[in-house]
Structure formats: structure tokens, C-alpha cells
Nanobody, 117 residues
Framework: QVQLVESGGGLVQPGGSLRLSCAAS????????MGWYRQTPGKQRVLVAD???????NYAAAVKGRFTISRDNAGNTVYLKMDSLIPEDTAVYYC???????????WGQGTQVTVSS
């Protein structure tokens, strides 16, 4: 019901920056919120940050002050600017969207972020 295409992952040194992008297309519903989750091997996928259609944002405590989520005016692309990266940020990052009053249930394919010297 929606196609999510992520880009921007890669290898970066500690203290560096990356920007992830996710474009939503072919949606058959109105997207209320877009967000990013991340997952490491053997652990559950956890919320990193999300943003609603009216611009309200929410961040995990582990990334607050270092990551910034934003959305384009059309509301179809979400970005995650990641600064001051640390090795603990290493994970597969997944883009996700949801309808109003619903949980996140649509996911991108994931993009690997590796923070290492």
C-alpha cells in the first residue's frame, strides 16, 4: 500500500555525520507520520525518531541532541541527519510510516549504518 525507498547509509568514523533519506510513493492512504527505527542483531527494532504531518517530532533519548528528523513540504520524504555518531549507533535503520491513530506497520528495506574507526 506504500513503497518506501531508503538511501544514505554507509560507513563513517566516530564523530562523523550521515544523512538518511526515505521517499514514500504509491501510497494508497494518507501518511500521518514518518519515522526511523533501528535494529542490531539479536535485539528488537527500536524507535529512533519520528515526525508527524504537523511537524511534531519525537526522539529516542539515546539520539536526542545529535540526530535531527525532518520532512519535505510534500510530506513524502523524510530525512534523518545524524551527527556526532558513536559506535553504538551502528545498526540497520528502517524507514516507516503510519496512518493516524495506527501503529507503524509499513517498512522500508533497511539501510546499514556502521560507525567505526
Amino acid at each position: 500500500q506504500v513503497q518506501l525507498v531508503e538511501s544514505g547509509g554507509g560507513l563513517v568514523q566516530p564523530g562523523g555525520s550521515l544523512r538518511l533519506s526515505c521517499a514514500a510513493s504509491r501510497s494508497t492512504f494518507s501518511i500521518y507520520a514518518m519515522g526511523w527505527y533501528r535494529q542490531t542483531p539479536g535485539k528488537q527494532r527500536v524507535l529512533v525518531a519520528d515526525i508527524t504531518v504537523d511537524g511534531s517530532t519525537n526522539y529516542a533519548a539515546a539520539v536526542k541532541g545529535r540526530f535531527t528528523i525532518s520532512r519535505d513540504n510534500a510530506g513524502n520524504t523524510v530525512y534523518l541527519k545524524m551527527d556526532s555518531l558513536i559506535p553504538e549507533d551502528t545498526a540497520v535503520y528502517y524507514c516507516t510510516v503510519r496512518k493516524i491513530f495506527r501503529t507503524y506497520e509499513y517498512w522500508g528495506q533497511g539501510t546499514q549504518v556502521t560507525v567505526s574507526s
